[in-house]
Structures are given as structure tokens and as C-alpha cells.
């Protein structure tokens, strides 16, 4: 009787184990996550997590950034478009009537965006590409001057700039703008054509008690019409007529005058009219292989671009006196006159200067018609 009874005991109690057991499974099985896509890149989009529910859901998520909606057992996910470096996550909690919760991680990765290359690019006149590097995960657009076509390829944008044929320095700004920011790029043309036009000089003279004293004149650039590379500066010095000759290196953009040039002859006064050049020495100098010389310059800010030359000896140079040899820098110009068409200093063949232009400096101040 005893073993009946135990027998039965052991009966119930595998009933009670398989009833809890089954329970369990129920409410494990209640809310299972089927598929998620929610790892996002930085733009604004959207994902969906699926889940398996016995009973309706609900869904949220512990950041405001990402926003969650449940249409049946699909819960949408969106997030805006991120503009952080550093990824961010979230985490979305769905739950059902049984209790059931499962919590499902959602990352937005930082985005990419940026535009290489220089603030400002100097080309020639000629037509020319540049590719600028760009990258970005985000949409962006490129702001363009008429003179500028520009197209998407692998390596980034490629631009293209259209010959310049105004008689003039151009300049034009291209933006590229993405919700990450803006990335503005100046381009210059300048060339041998552009130079011609009405320039305003300064310069310094000696005044009373021979101080230097900064005067301005206003003088124009002549093109010559066969050789393209040599211009003719008229009314800068004092003489009616007489124009002093300078020469553009279209390789370095330098403008140079040079000593010992032959600018005419005064009948009248039996003057003979030469460039020379002054050195900080205190020297003048009539030897033709020196040159006060000048490299093209340029303000962006301004919003017209006029090419300036401020002349200065970068390098210096060395030459023979009484006292041996000197090493000085140029430091201007002058129309000396002389006795005998020969720029000779020895003999009493020196008159003195007619002008002077110490420290001289350039600035284009009209443009060509």
C-alpha cells in the first residue's frame, strides 16, 4: 500500500515539473527579436528591428536623437543626421502585456567630411584642371563662378578654370557646403597679359636735410607690341617722353628694371640718360646684369585683384671698391645723367640723378578696358 502510494506521489510531482517547465517557455518565448537594422552611418535614415510577440508591443529608446514608432511587431527606428566625429549609440527597450522585455543596442557612426588642398590657388591664364580631394558621407554642393565648371570623379572634384582673356587678374571663390560645414577656396589667374594699365607708384626721395621723404605718382604699363615680355613704364619720371623699360619673367612672376639702360639723349643740355641702380651701400651702380627687381603680389580680400610690385634684392650681390669687396642690396632706381653716351662713373662723366625712386613699389590701379 505504501508503494502505491509513492508511486502515485512520483507520478504528480513529474506533472507539476512539466506544467512549471512549460510555463517557462511560454514566457521566454513571449518576445523574441527576429532581425534588427539598426547600425546607421551618419545621415539621417532609418531602421527596423522585427520581433515576435504573443501579445502587442511597446517601444523606446533612452536617447532623444533616436526615435522609435511600432506599426504590429515592426518597431521603425530613425535617427537625424549626425554631425559628431565620435559614433553614438542608443538602446531601444520593446516590452509586451506578459512582461516579456528585450533590449536591442542602435549605433550611428561620426561622419566623414572634409575638402584638402590650399586656401588660395595662383594659376596662369591659360585654360587648367585642378582636383580638389574631397570626401564626405554627407550630401554636399559646390558653389561655382561663372569661369569655373567643376564635376564629381574618384579622387574628389575636379574643377576646371577657362582661359582668362579679360586683360586681366581674375579671382573667384568656390564653396563646397555639406550639413558638416563650408570649405571656401580662392583662385587667382595672372598672367604676362594682365599686367599693362595704370599703375600708382611709391617711393621715397631725399628731402630737406637728406631725409627720405614717400612720394606717389600715378603712371602707366605699356605693352610692347612684338616682344610681349617688355613693358614700357610712361610718365614716371619727371622727363616728358622718356619711358623707362622694364622687363615680366613669365616663369617667376618678377618684374625687373636694369641698370645701365639708355633712355635717350637731351640735345639742348648734352645729356645722356641712363638707369641706374642704388644699393644700400651707398653705392650707384650702371652695371647692366643688375636688376631692382619685383614679384607679382596680390590681396584677396580685395574685391577686385590688382597686382602689385613691391621691389626689393632678396638675394644681394657683391662688388669691387677702393676698400675691397662689398657685399650690399638694392634698394632703388634712378634716371642718372651723364656726360657721353656711356654710363661711366669715372672721368667726371656724372651729372647726378634726375629721378629717384628709393624703395619702390608698384600697384596696378585701373583695369583694362
Not at 574631397?134 to 564629381?152: F, M
Not at 641702380?277 to 636688376?291: C, E, Q, W
Request: aromatic residues 12%; contains cysteine; glycine residues 8%.
Amino acid at each position: 500500500m505504501k508503494k502505491i502510494n509513492i508511486l502515485w506521489m512520483l507520478i504528480g510531482c513529474l506533472f507539476l515539473v512539466t506544467s512549471c517547465s512549460d510555463d517557462d517557455d511560454s514566457a521566454v518565448a513571449s518576445l523574441q527579436v527576429i532581425k534588427s537594422d539598426v547600425s546607421f552611418t551618419a545621415i539621417a535614415t532609418t531602421g527596423t528591428i522585427e520581433v515576435q510577440s504573443t501579445s502587442a508591443i511597446t517601444a523606446v529608446s533612452n536617447q532623444d536623437w533616436c526615435t522609435v514608432t511600432v506599426n504590429g511587431n515592426v518597431v521603425t527606428v530613425a535617427v537625424p543626421t549626425y554631425t559628431g566625429l565620435v559614433g553614438r549609440n542608443a538602446v531601444v527597450e520593446i516590452s509586451n502585456a506578459l512582461d516579456g522585455k528585450v533590449r536591442v543596442p542602435v549605433s550611428q557612426a561620426g561622419g566623414v567630411w572634409y575638402v584638402k588642398g590650399d586656401d588660395a590657388y595662383g594659376l596662369s591664364d591659360e585654360e587648367s584642371t585642378i582636383t580638389i580631394p574631397v570626401k564626405s558621407d554627407y550630401d554636399y554642393t559646390v558653389d561655382l563662378p561663372a569661369w569655373i565648371t567643376g564635376e564629381k570623379v574618384k579622387e574628389g572634384y575636379n574643377l576646371t578654370l577657362a582661359e582668362n582673356t579679360t586683360g586681366n587678374a581674375r579671382k573667384g571663390t568656390v564653396t563646397f557646403t555639406s550639413e558638416r560645414g563650408a570649405k571656401k577656396i580662392v583662385f587667382l589667374q595672372f598672367g604676362i597679359n594682365d599686367i599693362a594699365g595704370t599703375y600708382e607708384a611709391t617711393y621715397s626721395v631725399y628731402g630737406d636735410n637728406d631725409q627720405l621723404v614717400e612720394e606717389t605718382k600715378t603712371f602707366k604699363l605699356v605693352q610692347d607690341v612684338k616682344n610681349e615680355e617688355l613693358f614700357y613704364a610712361e610718365e614716371l619720371s619727371a622727363i616728358g617722353g622718356l619711358v623707362i623699360p622694364l622687363k615680366f619673367d613669365s616663369e617667376t612672376y618678377q618684374l625687373s628694371v636694369f641698370a645701365g639702360q639708355y633712355l635717350g639723349h637731351i640735345a639742348s643740355k648734352e645729356w645722356y640718360l641712363y638707369t641706374v641702380v642704388t644699393s644700400k651701400a651707398g653705392y650707384v651702380h650702371a652695371d647692366a646684369a643688375l636688376a631692382y627687381s619685383a614679384i607679382a603680389e596680390f590681396d584677396l580680400d580685395d574685391e577686385v585683384v590688382m597686382p602689385s610690385f613691391p621691389f626689393k634684392d632678396e638675394k644681394g650681390f657683391s662688388f669691387a671698391t677702393s676698400d675691397g669687396t662689398i657685399k650690399s642690396y638694392l634698394d632703388g632706381l634712378e634716371v642718372y645723367v651723364f656726360k657721353s653716351q656711356s654710363p661711366s662713373f669715372s672721368g667726371g662723366n656724372t651729372l647726378g640723378y634726375y629721378d629717384m625712386f628709393k624703395n619702390l613699389s608698384i600697384k596696378k590701379v585701373e583695369l583694362k578696358e
